[in-house]
C-alpha cells in the first residue's frame, strides 16, 4: 500500500514538474501569462527547450484561430495579415528580433567580436532592417498564395511550421557551442547541460506534428526544415564559432519561411 502511494506520488510530482517546465517555455517565448507561483530556476529553463515545439504548436493553434475568424469576415490577405500581427504581439517579436540582429551583426561585423556587439546593440540597421521586411513579406505573400489553393492551408502551415521551425533551432543546442560577449544573455542558462531526454522530447514533438500531413509531404517538410537548420548551423559556426540567441531566433524564422514555401510549392503542384 505505502509503495503503490509513493509511486503514485512521484509519477503526480513528475507530471507537475513536466507542467512547469512546458510553462518556464511558455513565459519564455511568448507574452501568454502564466501563475506566478510558477517556480522558475536556470536549471528549468535549461530544460525548458524540450517543450519548444509544443509552444510552437500553441502560438499555430492561437494564430489559425485568428485567421479562420477573420477570414470569415474578411478577403484572406487581410485575415493573413491579422493572424501574423498578432503571432508578433503573442510572441513579443521574439524571433523576429534575432534574425534582423544577426543580419546586421554578420552585415556590418568584420570580428567576432565586432558581430556580437552589433548583435547586441538594441538598433535596428539596413541589413537587419531589410531581413525583417523581406521575411514578413514573403511569409504574407506566401501565405496569400496557400489561401488561394485552399482556405484552409493557411491553418495548417501556422500549426505545423510554428512548431517545426522551433524544434528546428532549439536543436542547434545540442550540436554547437554557445558564443556570446555578454554573459547575461537571457539565453545563455540555455547553453548548459542538455538531457537525451530533452532532444528526444523536442524531436518527438515533430515527429508528432508531422503526422496530420500526408507522408510524402511530411517526408519533403522534414528534409527542408534540416537542410535549414544545417545550413544555419554552419553559418554560424563560421561566422561566431557557435550560435547566439539571436541565432536561434534567426533560424525559426527562416525555417519558418522554408515551410511556408515548401507546402506553396508542393500545393501548387499536387493537391491536398
Same mark, same amino acid.
Given at each position: ?199 528526444? =522530447?523536442?524531436?518527438?514533438? &515533430? !515527429? @508528432? +506534428? %508531422? #503526422? $496530420?500531413?500526408?507522408?510524402? =509531404?511530411?517526408?519533403?517538410? &522534414? !528534409? @527542408? +526544415? %534540416? #537542410? $535549414? ?44
Amino acid at each position: 500500500m505505502n509503495t503503490d502511494k509513493t509511486q503514485s506520488q512521484a509519477v503526480s510530482s513528475g507530471w507537475q514538474y513536466q507542467w512547469q517546465l512546458f510553462l518556464v517555455a511558455l513565459a519564455f517565448f511568448t507574452r501568454i501569462p502564466i501563475p506566478k507561483e510558477t517556480p522558475f530556476t536556470t536549471e528549468r529553463l535549461n530544460h525548458a527547450n524540450r517543450y519548444f515545439g509544443v509552444i510552437g504548436i500553441v502560438v499555430g493553434l492561437l494564430i489559425s484561430s485568428v485567421y479562420l475568424v477573420s477570414s470569415i469576415l474578411l478577403p484572406a490577405s487581410v485575415a493573413i495579415a491579422l493572424a501574423m500581427i498578432s503571432g508578433l504581439l503573442i510572441t513579443g517579436a521574439f524571433h523576429e528580433d534575432g534574425l534582423a540582429d544577426v543580419f546586421d551583426g554578420f552585415g556590418g561585423g568584420w570580428t567576432v567580436e565586432s558581430k556580437l556587439n552589433i548583435m547586441k546593440d538594441s538598433r535596428l540597421g539596413t541589413y537587419g532592417a531589410a531581413a525583417l521586411f523581406m521575411g514578413l513579406g514573403i511569409k504574407w505573400v506566401t501565405l496569400i498564395e496557400l489561401a488561394k489553393l485552399n482556405p484552409l492551408l493557411p491553418a495548417y502551415a501556422f500549426i505545423v511550421v510554428h512548431s517545426l521551425s522551433r524544434v528546428a533551432a532549439a536543436s542547434l543546442i545540442f550540436s554547437y557551442p554557445y558564443v556570446r560577449a555578454d554573459q547575461d544573455s537571457k539565453v545563455k542558462p540555455l547553453a548548459n547541460q542538455q538531457t537525451r531526454s530533452d532532444l528526444q =522530447i523536442l524531436l518527438g514533438t &515533430a !515527429i @508528432i +506534428t %508531422l #503526422l $496530420v500531413l500526408p507522408w510524402p =509531404i511530411a517526408i519533403m517538410l &522534414a !528534409i @527542408i +526544415t %534540416l #537542410l $535549414v537548420r544545417q545550413g544555419c548551423g554552419y553559418w554560424f559556426q563560421r561566422q561566431l564559432g557557435g550560435y547566439t540567441g539571436d541565432c536561434l531566433g534567426a533560424t525559426q524564422q527562416l525555417a519558418e519561411i522554408a515551410g511556408y514555401l515548401t507546402l506553396l510549392a508542393i500545393a501548387t503542384h499536387y493537391h491536398f
